[in-house]
T-cell receptor, first 115, second 113 residues
Framework: NAGVMQNPRHLVRRRGQEARLRCSPMKGHSHVYWYRQLPEEGLKFMVYLQKENIIDESGMPKERFSAEFPKEGPSILRIQQVVRGDSAAYFC?????????????FGPGTRLLVL | LAKTTQPISMDSYEGQEVNITCSHNNIATNDYITWYQQFPSQGPRFIIQGYKTKVTNEVASLFIPADRKSSTLSLPRVSLSDTAVYYCLVGGPYGGSQGNLIFGKGTKLSVKP
């Protein structure tokens, strides 16, 4: 029973390039969440998606960042024209349903380094 | 929004029981309390979840008083491998009083030999 999978695990980009982070939720999970974590900080919510729909993107910067969760395939977090401040660990989580008692299961993260 | 407060760090020795307390004075009626563990360079891992009274699993126990304004994660007989950051969260994916999980800085537990 595979857990949440993320790839790549490490990504290096130069300023101005695009970064694409992928997340495959656990089997049977249709709710996906993206978080960003800076060193020595807790995780910060970015966006919540449910198959083909963005439910809440209140934590995502208005510019350069976008997310999708297509009917088929993984969820994608896309960062255009990356800047040094985008360097962080990006975690994806999934849950079976939405609700107070539902648990989010996290992937191993993608560590983005912008040179 | 239900905010949580927990100690920044704790030290312990192998074999001891560790109790980490989290305050959540503004917890809402339909909020659950969940604890996660995070090792360096890894994603958070679910430890335990509860609503009231006491919950126990193979890893930990969670004690929640009647007023639910705090909770205590209890780790029995810790080992070096329990050195990690522990996060207390209140709410739930779009079912609690807030729309998403809010992670604080967590409690950095250091277990020494």
């Amino acid at each position: 029973n595979a857990g949440v999978m993320q790839n790549p695990r490490h990504l290096v980009r130069r300023r101005g390039q695009e970064a694409r982070l992928r997340c495959s939720p656990m089997k049977g999970h249709s709710h996906v969440y993206w978080y960003r974590q800076l060193p020595e900080e807790g995780l910060k919510f970015m966006v919540y998606l449910q198959k083909e729909n963005i439910i809440d993107e209140s934590g995502m910067p208005k510019e350069r960042f976008s997310a999708e969760f297509p009917k088929e395939g993984p969820s994608i977090l896309r960062i255009q024209q990356v800047v040094r401040g985008d360097s962080a660990a990006y975690f994806c989580a999934s849950s079976r349903e939405a609700g107070a008692q539902e648990t989010q299961y996290f992937g191993p993260g993608t560590r983005l380094l912008v040179l | 929004l239900a905010k949580t407060t927990q100690p920044i760090s704790m030290d312990s020795y192998e074999g001891q029981e560790v109790n980490i307390t989290c305050s959540h004075n503004n917890i809402a009626t339909n909020d659950y309390i969940t604890w996660y563990q995070q090792f360096p360079s890894q994603g958070p891992r679910f430890i335990i979840q509860g609503y009231k009274t006491k919950v126990t699993n193979e890893v930990a126990s969670l004690f929640i008083p009647a007023d639910r304004k705090s909770s205590t994660l209890s780790l029995p007989r810790v080992s070096l491998s329990d050195t990690a950051v522990y996060y207390c969260l209140v709410g739930g994916p779009y079912g609690g009083s807030q729309g998403n999980l809010i992670f604080g800085k967590g409690t950095k537990l250091s277990v020494k030999p």
